[in-house]
């Protein structure tokens, strides 16, 4: 024991409590009131490394800098009470910083003189643990990369900083090129060696100060902090470039990717990180767009519309958050019958002072600058409970058709949302129909191979919207899993009169018909079109005619009164 303070009218009480300490074979320290060391039992005066130089020292001195405030917090308090108080701190060793756990308990040393008792314990495996866990949430376990999460608040931290001091920073998104290609033709393993290998390669074409996050399967986002010229962000960008070109040797292969790059720069592209974020993301599908292997930084005039729109731009992201959103449900009949056979999800957005505004104004905005991805999650998942609810008050089974943008198809976590929609409504498979256009088969075929074999497998139907409108190649109805061709509005105007409008109609039906495809006929608004459709085999009817985008209630009342009327039908029978 090593024994600093000799008083004489407490010495015998000092022994006893010295053998204590030596028998607790604890690291223990004698304090007193202002924390300096008094003596320390054998067990301390090792871990502390320099057993002489103990006497009269503040404790805090043997205390790593970080955590010394928290130690002369922990002293007050235990000086004031009889508690004993905890406190969590880095003990400075000969073998380097320990955490450990240091237990203050006051007591009367002498009449008016209280001294502190400190016991500490090794909590160094434990705080691995929680620095474990801690990692853990904050970190793609792939890679070891920052998470979303992670980096949301390295984003959140760039902002605040950049308004202190004025100084900006820039986000890029980045997605590697043909790393789809490689992780199907050769699995998910290689697939995820090339990942670690490719985030260790950016990485290391970075400062220490800049964030490195991977946020989706072949998606990164890197902050910048003071990066806001286009050279220096360029020069960074063509850094990553390269990196992504050079070969990758992944278990005997020699595999080739690329990266494709966005820009978006605070504050002149956005103020917040949903909005940097949605628009570095669209200045990256810009790039790829353009050529992929290359850099595109924002820009406000190019990629979105006219300068009235960006206000209706900052107004979208507010209305997310508002939930100004809302779906009407337009129904689609059959075309002998006239019984209600699904729905059409259409959305709205109810803007405050504007009434309605239509999607064909919105959509394509939230297309260009990516809120289309919550929109459409949003969308997906309200059509299919709603649908739900329509199908309790009809008593049998109905579909729900959804609109899906090539945005949300491009997405990776596009089948999550969907599987998740269907969960959580309960929803068959087959009672959903998702309505994509002729273009988003076109411009990434494998990509849409894949999901569609995906959805064919939960038996999920797919509809091509506005048929005949988009490209004249019809190779993809026979390569791709389509289930229902919807004739475009433009086509079924001016029937059973213009001459053209019923050949293509019939050629449209016939094709249909042997290819085994469902037919939906777009925008009827006339009982002349609804019989030509009708008699020619046209499976389904959309339109004003037989009913216009309806709020749900008035959809759940319209269904009620077609119950209501078979029952009575069948009653008179
Ligand atoms: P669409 O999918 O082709 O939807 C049919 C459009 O025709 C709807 O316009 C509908 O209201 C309208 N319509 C239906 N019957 C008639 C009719 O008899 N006469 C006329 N003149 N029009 C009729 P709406 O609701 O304005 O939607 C426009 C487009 O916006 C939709 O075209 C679709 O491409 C897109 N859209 C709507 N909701 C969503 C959505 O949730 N997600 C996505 N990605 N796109 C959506
Ligand atoms: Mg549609
Ligand atoms: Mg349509």
């Known amino acids: 024991m090593f024994s600093i303070r000799r008083d004489r009218s407490s010495a015998i009480a000092k022994v006893q409590l010295d053998s204590l300490m030596e028998a607790a074979g604890d690291a223990v320290f004698r304090l007193n009131a202002r924390g300096h060391i008094l003596s320390a039992s054998r067990r301390g005066a090792d871990l502390l ?29 235990a000086a004031a009470s009889n508690q004993p108080v905890r406190v969590k701190v880095r003990l400075k060793t000969p073998l380097g910083p320990l955490w450990t756990e240091l237990q203050l308990m006051a007591y009367p040393a002498t009449p008016g003189e209280r001294e502190v008792l400190a016991v500490g314990r090794d909590i160094s495996g434990q705080h691995a643990t929680e620095e474990r866990l801690r990692h853990m949430a904050t970190h793609d376990a792939l890679t070891g990369l920052p998470n979303r999460s992670l980096l949301s608040d390295r984003i959140r931290m760039a902002i605040a900083q950049a308004r202190r001091v ?12 043909g790393f789809k290609k490689v992780n199907d033709a050769l699995g998910h393993p290689i697939g995820d060696a090339l990942l670690r290998v490719a985030a260790m390669r950016l990485s290391d074409t970075l400062r220490d100060v800049d964030t490195l996050a991977r946020v989706g399967g072949d998606e990164f986002v890197a902050v910048l902090p003071g990066a806001v010229a286009e050279a220096e962000i360029q020069l960074i960008a063509r850094r990553m470039i390269g990196s992504m070109q050079l070969p990758f040797d992944i278990q005997g292969h020699t595999l080739y990717v690329g990266t494709s790059i966005g820009a978006a720069i605070f504050p002149e592209h956005g103020d917040s990180e949903v909005k940097l974020l949605a628009h570095a993301d669209t200045a990256m599908y ?5 050529g992929k292997g290359r850099l595109t930084v924002f820009n406000h005039d190019k990629f979105t519309q006219p300068e009235h729109d960006v206000s209706m731009e900052a107004a979208m992201f507010q209305a997310v958050r508002d939930g100004e959103f ?24 109810n803007r405050p002072g504007q009434g309605l505004v239509s999607p064909a104004q919105f959509i394509p905005m939230a297309e260009n600058n990516g809120l ?35 945005r949300q198809f491009r997405n990776d976590q596009f089948l999550d949302i969907m599987d998740e929609a269907m969960k959580l409504s309960g929803l068959d498979g087959s009672q959903l129909l998702l309505e994509i256009t002729e273009g988003i088969l076109m411009s990434d075929p494998e990509h849409a191979e894949a999901l569609l074999t995906a959805m064919t497998a939960r038996n999920v139907r797919i509809a091509i919207d506005d048929f005949g409108t988009g490209y004249s190649s019809l190779a993809y109805l026979k390569r791709f899993p389509i289930a229902t061709l919807k004739i475009d509005r433009a086509f079924i105007k001016d029937l059973p009169t213009s001459v053209k409008d019923v050949a293509i109609c019939n050629v449209v039906l016939s094709l249909a018909s042997h290819l085994q495809l469902t037919t939906v006929a777009e925008g ?15 499976g389904l009817i959309q339109g004003y005619l037989t009913g216009r985008p309806l709020l749900p209630e008035d959809a759940m009342a319209l269904l009620r009164d077609e119950s209501q009327q078979t029952r009575h039908a069948v009653a008179a029978q």
Request: glycine letters at 8%; aromatic letters at 8%.
């Open 166 to 177: 004025g100084k900006g920073f820039s986000v890029l998104a980045l997605d590697l090129d």
């Open 286 to 290: 810009r790039a790829k767009e353009t």
């Open 326 to 349: 809302l779906l009407n449900y337009q129904p689609i009949v059959d075309a002998r019958t006239r019984q209600i056979m699904g729905f059409e999800a259409l959305m709205r957005w």
């Open 524 to 538: 009827v608004e006339n009982e002349d079109q609804f019989q030509f459709l009708s008699r020619h085999g046209c």
């Open 372 to 406: 289309i991805n919550l929109l459409g999650a949003w969308a997906l998942k309200s059509a299919c409970v709603q649908v739900r609810r329509f199908q309790e008050v009809a008593g049998r089974p109905l579909y729900v058709s959804v609109n899906v943008s090539p």
């Open 49 to 77: 490394g320099v057993p002489e130089a103990l006497e009269g020292q503040p404790l805090a001195e043997f205390v790593l800098g970080g955590e010394q405030a928290a130690l002369a917090t922990a002293l007050d308090e």
